[in-house]
């Protein structure tokens, strides 16, 4: 039961960085969560997508989104400090997000599609219980109607 509930959260979670990626070259898709302006300690996070791009930067005080040195084909990372703070960004390409992200959910997708067995005659369509003999046209495992085999 977990295992389907992490393999469907993981598959929605690719979804949504590939549309994200494919979005990105009309749009900015922009995400900022950060402290409130007046607290003491300003934490801020920003994840932006430009051009399949993925930048994730964290920084002590609110500031932009820092393109200046854009990732190479692998990603870049850099850590600035400046008037006290400290800017950390991480810039990942779109493609290597995707892979990451696909890691869980295609494999398992692949195994539970090659996993499944062809049903054979004279067993329940639902559960594969064996229905010799059974005259009622109900399986007693899972209660599907059927033919009386």
């Not at 469907?8 to 402290?35: E, F, H, M, P, R």
């Not at 920084?59 to 850099?78: K, L, P, T, Y």
């Not at 959910?105 to 049903?119: D, F």
Request: glycine share 10%; proline share 5%.
């Amino acid at each position: 039961m977990k295992r389907r509930i992490l393999l469907k959260l993981s598959v929605i979670v690719l979804t949504v960085a590939l549309l994200c990626v494919i979005a990105s070259y009309w749009l900015d898709i922009y995400v900022s969560v950060g402290t409130p302006f007046d607290s003491e300690v300003m934490l801020y996070l920003l994840v932006d997508v430009c051009r399949g791009d993925f930048y994730f930067q964290y920084a002590d005080e609110q500031i932009g989104v820092n393109r200046a040195f854009g990732g190479d084909w692998w990603g870049s990372f850099s850590h600035i400090r400046q008037q006290g703070g400290h800017l950390i960004t991480l810039v990942l390409p779109g493609w290597l997000v995707v892979l990451l992200l696909s890691a869980y959910p295609v494999p398992m997708l692949a195994y539970g599609l090659l996993r499944r067995k062809p049903i054979p005659p004279g067993h329940c369509e639902k559960c594969g219980y064996n229905l010799k003999g059974n005259v009622s046209g109900v399986c007693p495992e899972c209660g599907e109607k059927m033919e009386a085999v």
